[in-house]
C-alpha cells in the first residue's frame, strides 16, 4: 500500500511539473533605424519548443517570444510596428488563451481522475469521468491550439512583407 502511495504521488508530481509553464521569454523590440536590417537579420520566424511556439528573429534564430500551451503572454511589443501583423498576434493571444484554459483543465482533471484511482486502488465511476473529461478537454484543445498557431504565422508573414522586394 505504502509503495502505490508513493507511485501515486510521484505520478502527479510528474504531472504537476511537464503542466508548469516556463517563464516567459523576454520580449526583444524589432531593430529600429537598423541601416543594414535585411530579411536575413532582421526578419522573424516560427520554432516550436516544448511549451508552445517561439518566434525567432533572423538567421542566428534568436528567441524574442514564446506563445506557450500552458500560460501565452504578451506579444505586442514584437509586432507593434506593424497595426496588420499586431491584430494577428493579439489575435493569437486571444486563441491561444481559450486552449490554454482547456489544456491545463484537462491535465487537472486527468490527473485527479487517475491519481485519485491509484489511491483507492479502484477505478470507478468518478475517478473514469474526470480522467474522460480530461482527456475530452485535452484533445477539444488541440485545433483551439493550432488556430492559435495560424494567427501566430500569418502574425509572421504580415511583419516579414517590409522586407520583400
Known amino acids: 500500500m505504502q509503495q502505490l502511495e508513493m507511485r501515486a504521488r510521484r505520478l502527479v508530481g510528474i504531472l504537476a511539473l ?14 529600429r533605424g537598423e541601416p543594414n536590417c535585411t530579411y536575413q537579420t532582421c526578419a522573424l520566424g516560427l520554432a516550436p519548443v516544448w511549451d508552445g511556439l517561439t518566434v525567432v528573429r533572423g538567421e542566428p534564430e534568436r528567441r524574442i517570444a514564446t506563445l506557450g500551451f500552458f500560460v501565452p503572454g504578451d506579444m505586442s511589443e514584437v509586432f507593434k510596428d506593424d497595426a496588420d501583423a499586431l491584430d494577428a498576434a493579439r489575435e493569437a493571444v486571444r486563441i491561444r488563451r481559450i486552449g490554454a484554459i482547456m489544456t491545463d483543465a484537462g491535465l487537472v482533471l486527468a490527473a485527479t481522475g487517475l491519481a485519485r484511482a491509484l489511491f483507492q486502488r479502484d477505478f470507478d465511476k468518478l475517478s473514469g469521468a474526470l480522467t474522460i473529461a480530461g482527456g475530452l478537454s485535452l484533445g477539444a484543445s488541440i485545433p483551439v491550439q493550432f488556430a492559435a498557431d495560424g494567427y501566430l504565422s500569418r502574425a509572421v508573414w504580415l511583419y516579414n512583407r517590409r522586407y520583400s522586394r
Open 18 to 31: 511537464a503542466a508548469a509553464p516556463l517563464a516567459a521569454s523576454a520580449q526583444v523590440a524589432a531593430p
